[in-house]
């Protein structure tokens, strides 16, 4: 079973706004896995980090949580959480796969993105590539890999970046 983690940002939102955008992605990543026969375990931080902890608490727990998943699921605003920018570092680190399961909102997102999550530039040039030995025009193909990669979701069978050695 692919155990994933929900990135974010939590601190600085009303709680309930946070746990119903993490929820959402919870439900989202759960169903696609479910439609699809993947068993997959997800952490959701705003289930198990109360709102009150203080941000120092809420992160030990999260990182712990997190270093035991072999895949990570971030969320848009990534980029604007001191919590979520960690965890990223740590993922990178500890070489655990990132999906973007959001379309990021624009053209610089989408730069932040390739920066901080090397697996979405590989998947944005495969694309490319593909589209390239299809003998699609390049600014055609880049508009291509570019609209898939902002339209790009969980794929059906989980993380396709996990490799094999690396599931539980």
Not at 26 to 41: K, S
Not at 44 to 64: I, Q, Y
Request: hydrophobic share 40%.
């Amino acid at each position: 079973m692919k155990h994933i983690y929900i990135c974010g940002p939590v601190s600085g939102r009303i709680p309930k706004e946070a746990a119903d955008h993490f929820a959402a992605a919870e439900y989202r990543i759960f169903n696609t896995a479910l439609e699809n026969n993947q068993q997959i375990c997800i952490s959701n931080p705003t289930r198990f980090c109360s709102p009150d902890f203080e941000w120092h608490k809420a992160m030990r727990l999260c990182v712990g949580e997190m270093s035991k998943c072999v895949g990570i699921a971030l969320l848009q605003g990534w980029q604007h959480s001191r919590g979520a920018m960690l965890e990223l570092k740590l993922a990178q680190d500890l070489h655990i796969p990132v999906v973007y399961i959001e379309p990021p909102l624009d053209y610089l997102g989408l730069s932040e993105l390739f920066a901080v999550v090397p697996e979405t530039l590989r998947y944005y040039n495969a694309r490319l590539t593909q589209f390239h030995n299809e003998g699609v025009e390049e600014s055609l193909a880049e508009n291509r890999a570019t609209a898939e990669l902002a339209n790009r979701y969980l794929d059906p069978y989980g993380f396709e970046y996990i490799e094999i050695s690396r599931e539980e």
